[in-house]
């Protein structure tokens, strides 16, 4: 299980090696992807709370990366959080996100990320449930639902 202390070594010391690596131009992503999620997954926008696909879902099934398939929640790592985004407790493993300190707007956070394609993700918290303690809050455009 991942906690907080793990997720601040990461971003301090480098992350774990991916299971697979994608690299495209951001012209080739920009060619991809739909505006909406090129907008955050590679220019770190941000999508408004409440108003995003998955705030609300709890089917089961699993979350992959919407830039590159591959998977990084399962569903039932899905929680309420009350925050607008959906939220996960754990990633479905460990060298599928990345970890970097986020100083923008005037806030300290951890900024997750793709571990395969870069892609920005949103941020970790270490306010979630316990026993891991983490709060993985993602944006809905980030993520692909798969059955
Ligand atoms: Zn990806």
Known sequence: MLRWKDVITYAKYGNPEPPRRVALSEAEWAAR?????FRVL???????????AY???YEPGRYACAGCDTVLFG???KYH???GWPSFRQPSARNVIAYFFDESFHMQ???ARCNVCGGHLGHVFPDGPAPGGLRY??????LLKQE
């Open 33 to 37: 992807l739909p505006p909406e999620r």
């Open 81 to 83: 959080a009350i925050s």
């Open 109 to 111: 956070r951890i900024e």
């Open 42 to 52: 590679r220019q770190h926008a941000t999508e408004p709370p409440y108003r995003n």
């Open 75 to 77: 569903a039932e790592e």
């Open 137 to 142: 809050c993602m944006n809905s455009a980030s």
């Open 55 to 57: 705030c609300r879902a």
